[in-house]
């Protein structure tokens, strides 16, 4: 059964949160659910028309800054690997995808698929709920996107540089919302970490993490120019907006992130698994 198969399987009962699972994929250890848009679509669409309120579907989108920290972070990796659906975001997952053999069948970035979903709650009548980045960045995003869906339900936005713990204020103001969406803008591994902690307490359907995307909402940085979207740079000109967060990404963690693919490549299994035998016991 192919994964449009399955995610149509669904709609027949199979579970939701089972929906991807043939699809999926994993890159580094950290797994992809290897899906069209539609049908990461019809997957929250499905939810949304069946879910129990208290159990948050968890979407993230996986990419080589994740799959990094996650390398370094067993918590954070398992926190990824047990959310409900893991989108492929950027270039380096679709590189990896090809060297491996293993194609993504598509770059689900948060900055593109999000709108989607915007579209989709303006017209099924979704609420949306929105939290993090700064104050003004969080006003700013909000009024944007009322102006661009004037039809769109936005029950509620909560700024996200909070203290460390301080997760209860915001799970009463959600829980009094009850969004059917809920975006978080963090930046990882902090967004993850706070949607794994939080999902079962919230009276919600979908919360998605999204890192950057209401600092591109709100007009704080500028999406790359299409034809280098279209040939997988975008990340260089986030860099060259914002080179003092994104220069370690551009100049270690994809050189690395790639060297890693190119070694389960061509290096066999048993010498890589003696290389590292070894580095642990130096
Ligand atoms: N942010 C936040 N609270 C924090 C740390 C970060 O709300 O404690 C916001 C920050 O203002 C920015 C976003 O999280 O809007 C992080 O964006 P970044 O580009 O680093 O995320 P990425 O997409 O790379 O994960």
């Not at 069209?36 to 080589?64: G, I, K, M």
């Not at 067993?74 to 893991?86: G, M, Q, R, T, V």
């Not at 919360?207 to 591109?216: E, I, K, M, R, S």
Request: proline share 5%; hydrophobic share 40%.
């Amino acid at each position: 059964m192919n994964a449009w198969e399955e995610v149509q399987g669904v709609e027949h009962g199979s579970g939701v949160r089972a929906s991807s699972q043939n699809a999926r994929t994993y890159f580094q250890g950290v797994r992809i659910d290897n899906v069209s848009a539609q049908q990461a679509l019809h997957v929250v669409e499905t939810h949304l028309a069946n879910h129990d309120r208290r159990n948050a579907l968890r979407v993230f989108f996986p990419n080589v800054h994740s799959i990094h920290l996650a390398r370094q972070d067993k918590e954070f990796l398992s926190c990824i690997n047990e959310a409900d659906l893991l989108l492929p975001d950027g270039s380096g997952l679709m590189i990896a995808g090809k060297i491996l053999g293993r194609p993504i069948v598509e770059n689900l970035n948060g900055t593109d698929f999000i709108p989607k979903v915007l579209q989709r709650a303006e017209e099924r009548g979704w609420s949306v709920y929105l939290f993090g980045a700064l104050p003004h960045i969080i006003e700013e995003c909000r009024n944007r996107i009322q102006a661009a869906h004037p039809r769109l339900k936005i029950v509620g936005h909560h700024q996200g540089h909070i203290p460390e713990g301080e997760d209860s204020s915001i799970i009463a103001d959600i829980n009094e919302k009850a969004p059917n969406i809920i975006l978080v803008a963090l930046g990882s591994p902090l967004q993850e970490k706070w949607v794994a902690r939080n999902a079962a307490k919230m009276n919600a359907g979908v919360c998605f993490a999204v890192g950057g995307l209401f600092d591109f909402l709100a007009g704080k940085y500028r999406r790359a120019p299409v034809w280098m979207r279209r040939i997988g740079a975008e990340f260089i000109y986030r860099f060259v907006q914002d080179p003092r967060s994104k220069w370690r990404r551009l100049l270690i963690e994809q050189p690395l992130f790639l060297m890693l693919v190119f070694g389960e490549r061509f290096i066999p299994r048993r010498a890589r698994s003696f290389s590292n035998r070894s580095t642990k016991g130096n």
